[in-house]
């Protein structure tokens, strides 16, 4: 398998979570091969799970009156806080023939790469079944699959210098002041790169992307203008409407 490495272009949440569904598709169709690519936001977001109820994730209120877009995603799994340059998600494009069937078998096999290039930066981490890499102080990111006929995109978001206070403000129901003891709960929960590592985030992107040169072929490009355009129509009549966002 030879892999384009996209590592360019910055996208608000709900064009990031189009371009998802546009290049799964693409490589379903044979219009490209198997593809990496490293996310750039412009903004804080909230993307949810493509199971889970808007009401019941967020602190609506909070997310609202700060402006913070809340964009269903297209894969399942749970509701996560995110902001520019504060954490790092990257995206795999593959057919079915370059994917483990079995899907913990598969967790282990896209992510474990990742792995070694937070070890090489100096952070001990480890995979946790099912789809979970993680430090001993707690968890640094999480992974989630989409499996379609032609295709399977699997995603991981990993925190590098996240506002865990903030993170608990908007991800629950409600206006009341936060504890310390909830706080500090939560930071044992999860784990933030900077607390183990002196390494920019720029420098873990290009461990990153050595490792993956490791472990596959690789080739670097970009989107072409015409997938930025599909990804902005579809993030404009699916993923930018309340419709599509809030419809559980």
Do not use: C
Not at 16 to 22: F, G, I, K, T
Not at 30 to 40: A, E, K, M, Q
Request: charged share 25%; glycine share 6%.
């Amino acid at each position: 398998m030879t892999l384009r490495v996209i590592t360019d272009g910055t996208y608000s949440e709900p064009v990031q979570q189009a371009l998802e569904r546009v290049l799964a598709d693409k490589v379903a169709a044979g219009d490209i091969g198997p593809t990496l690519r490293v996310w750039y936001r412009d903004a804080p977001a909230v993307p949810i799970g493509r199971f889970q109820s808007y009401e019941d994730e967020v602190a609506t209120d909070y997310v609202e009156r700060h402006d913070i877009d809340v964009v269903r995603r297209a894969t399942g799994g749970g509701a996560m806080y995110v902001e520019p340059g504060a954490v790092l998600t990257y995206s795999l494009y593959l057919p079915p023939e370059d994917v483990p069937d079995d899907v913990a078998d598969s967790y282990v096999y896209l992510d474990q790469w990742a792995i070694d290039a937070l070890q090489a930066v100096g952070i001990d981490a480890s995979y946790e079944p099912l789809n979970d890499i993680v430090h001993a102080d707690g968890k640094l990111g999480g992974a989630a699959q989409l499996r379609t006929d032609g295709a399977v995109l699997h995603h991981t978001t990993m925190s590098y210098d996240l506002d865990i206070e903030r993170m608990l403000r908007v991800l629950r129901i409600g206006e009341e002041k936060l504890s310390d003891k909830a706080v500090a709960s939560a930071e044992k929960r999860v784990a933030v790169m900077t607390d183990h590592t002196d390494a920019s985030r720029a420098t873990i992107v290009d461990a990153l992307v050595a490792a993956i040169g490791d472990t596959f072929e690789t080739r670097r490009g970009s989107l072409s203008a015409a997938t930025r355009e599909a990804a902005r129509t579809l993030a404009a009549e699916q993923f930018d409407t309340a419709a599509w966002t809030r419809k559980l």
